[in-house]
C-alpha cells in the first residue's frame, strides 16, 4: 500500500509546430512533430513519483504501443502501477496540439481509455485509497469516478487533494469531500464565479469555496506564485479566513505546460514529508519552476537532486 494515491489521466500529446493554425479545408506543413508524454494525472504522479513520494497511480491506459510503453516508463520513475489499468479495444487519451510560430496553441482532446475510469473500476482500488495518507485527483477523467474516490477517501480518513483542471463546474457533493483544493486563476473564477486579478480577489474566490467546506485553498497565479488561504480552525464554513501570497522563483519560461502538474506532485510528496504547508508551497514552487524552463510535459518535471540543489 502506498502513502500517496494519485487518481486521473493518461494522455500521448502529439505536438506539430504550425506556421499558423490552418483553416477550414487548408492543409499546411508543420514541423518538429513530437509525442510526448501527457495527461494531468499521469504528470502529477511523475511529479511526485521523480521527487521520491510512495506513489501509486489509478489511471487506465489502451491496448497500443503507447500504452505499454508508458506504463514501463511510469514503473521506471518508480511508481506503483498495478491500479493502471490495460482497457482491452481501446485506444490510450490523447491530446493533439499545434504550437503556432506565434506561440498561441489549439488543442484537442479524445478521452478514449481515460473515459472508462468510472465508479466500478474505482471500487477495485478501495483499499489502496483507503490505506493512503493522500488522494490527489483531477478533472480529465470521469466525475463519477472522481467522487466515489473522493467518498472513500473521506471515510478513511486520506487526505482529498483536488486540482480542478481542466476548469469545469463541480458539483458541491465533490467539493465538500475535498481537503485541499489548487485551482489557476481560470479555474477558481470558473469555481466561484469571482475574477482572481489580485490578493483581495483572489482572498474572494477562497472564501467561497472555503463556504463549501474546504478547509485549505491555494490559487495558482502563474509566475506570482499562489496564494494560500486557511480556514479558520475546525470551522471550515465560518468566519473569515486567513490569507497570504507565497511568491514563486524567477526563471526564464520556456514552455509553462505542466507547470500546474509539477506543482502539485511537488506539493504532496512534500506534505508526505511532514513539511508545514509554507515550506511545501515553497518547494512546489521550485519543481514547477524548473519544469517551466523545459519544453513538454514528463519531459519537463525534474527529479529530487535538481530541485534540491535549486534551492540549496
Ligand atoms: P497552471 O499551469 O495549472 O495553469 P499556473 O500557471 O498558475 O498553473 O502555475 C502553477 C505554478 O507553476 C505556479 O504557482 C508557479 O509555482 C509555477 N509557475 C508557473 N509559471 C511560472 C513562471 N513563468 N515562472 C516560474 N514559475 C512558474
Known amino acids: 500500500m502506498n502513502k500517496l494515491v494519485v487518481l486521473g489521466s493518461v494522455n500521448a ?3 506539430l ?3 499558423s493554425f490552418p483553416r477550414p ?4 506543413h508543420g514541423r518538429n512533430y513530437q509525442v510526448i508524454p501527457g495527461g494531468k494525472g499521469a504528470n502529477q504522479a511523475v511529479a511526485a513519483a521523480r521527487l521520491g513520494a510512495d506513489i501509486g497511480f489509478i489511471a487506465c491506459v489502451g491496448d497500443d504501443a503507447f500504452g505499454q510503453n508508458i506504463v514501463k516508463a511510469f514503473a521506471n520513475d518508480g511508481m506503483n502501477v498495478d491500479a493502471v ?5 481501446a485506444m490510450t487519451g490523447i491530446a493533439m496540439i499545434q504550437v503556432a510560430d506565434n506561440g498561441e496553441n489549439s488543442i484537442c482532446l479524445d478521452a478514449a481509455a481515460n473515459a472508462l475510469l468510472t465508479v466500478e473500476l474505482v471500487n477495485q482500488h478501495e483499499a489502496q485509497i483507503a490505506a493512503a495518507d493522500y488522494l490527489l485527483m483531477q478533472l480529465e477523467t470521469p466525475l463519477c469516478g472522481i467522487e466515489q474516490a473522493a467518498r472513500i477517501a473521506k471515510e478513511s480518513n486520506t487526505q482529498v487533494i483536488l486540482n480542478p483542471a481542466p476548469a469545469r463546474e463541480l458539483p458541491d457533493s465533490l ?3 475535498v481537503d485541499m483544493i489548487s485551482p489557476n486563476e481560470t479555474e477558481a473564477h470558473l469555481l466561484t464565479g469571482i475574477e482572481v486579478t489580485d490578493e483581495a480577489s483572489a482572498a474572494q474566490a477562497a472564501d467561497v469555496l472555503h463556504g463549501k467546506g ?5 490559487i495558482t497565479l502563474g509566475a506570482k506564485g499562489v496564494y494560500l488561504s486557511r ?3 475546525g470551522a471550515a464554513n465560518e468566519g473569515a479566513a486567513e490569507g497570504c501570497i507565497i511568491a514563486g522563483f524567477r526563471v526564464e519560461a520556456t514552455d509553462t505546460t505542466a507547470a500546474g502538474d509539477t506543482f502539485n506532485g511537488a506539493l504532496v510528496t512534500a506534505l508526505l514529508e511532514q513539511k508545514p504547508l509554507e515550506q511545501a508551497l515553497v518547494f512546489a514552487h ?3 519552476a524548473i519544469s517551466v524552463t523545459r519544453f513538454g510535459a514528463q519531459t519537463s518535471i525534474p527529479g529530487r537532486e535538481e530541485v534540491d540543489s535549486f534551492l540549496a
Open 13 to 15: 500529446d502529439h505536438v
Open 17 to 19: 509546430q504550425v506556421p
Open 25 to 28: 479545408g487548408e492543409t499546411l
Open 85 to 89: 489499468h490495460c482497457m482491452e479495444n
Open 175 to 177: 467539493l465538500t469531500l
Open 214 to 218: 474546504i478547509a485549505t485553498v491555494l
Open 231 to 233: 480556514a479558520n480552525e
Open 286 to 288: 521550485a519543481a514547477a
